[in-house]
Nanobody, 124 residues
Framework: VQLQASGGGLVQAGGSLRLSCVASGRTFSSYTMGWFRQAPGKEREFVVSISWRGDTTYYADSVKGRFTISRDNAKNTISLEVSSLKPEDTAVYYC??????????????????WGQGTQVTVSS
């Protein structure tokens, strides 16, 4: 599976963006998909994951109520609507794929495939 993330940009605090991740490969629909982010000087952190059917999601507490993940298996795409952005949301955002399900999907070590990342910068 190859992943291509896009949609990042520069936005003012309180603004919104829509991040997308397109996957290649016929087995996309069998993978749990996740978004992670990494700010300068910090470790990569979990943001959200979505099950292969799209019926189960896990969100980091820091983004609950502000971020929404969705997927379209027919288009091999996942999306992340990010709203009410804060300067602390500034990071490179990565999409990733794993065969793991459940709460373990918050652990980046369980992910097999990663996209190249897209930069989100939130100005105050």
């Amino acid at each position: 599976v190859q992943l291509q993330a896009s949609g990042g940009g520069l936005v003012q605090a309180g603004g919104s963006l829509r991040l997308s991740c397109v996957a290649s490969g016929r087995t996309f629909s069998s993978y749990t998909m996740g978004w992670f982010r990494q700010a300068p000087g910090k470790e990569r952190e979990f943001v959200v994951s979505i099950s292969w059917r799209g019926d189960t999601t896990y969100y980091a507490d820091s983004v609950k109520g502000r971020f929404t993940i969705s997927r379209d298996n027919a288009k091999n795409t996942i999306s992340l609507e990010v709203s009410s952005l804060k300067p602390e949301d500034t990071a490179v955002y990565y999409c990733a794929a794993t065969r793991v399900t459940g709460s373990g999907t918050s652990n980046p070590q369980y992910y097999d495939y990663w996209g190249q990342g897209t930069q989100v910068t939130v100005s105050s």
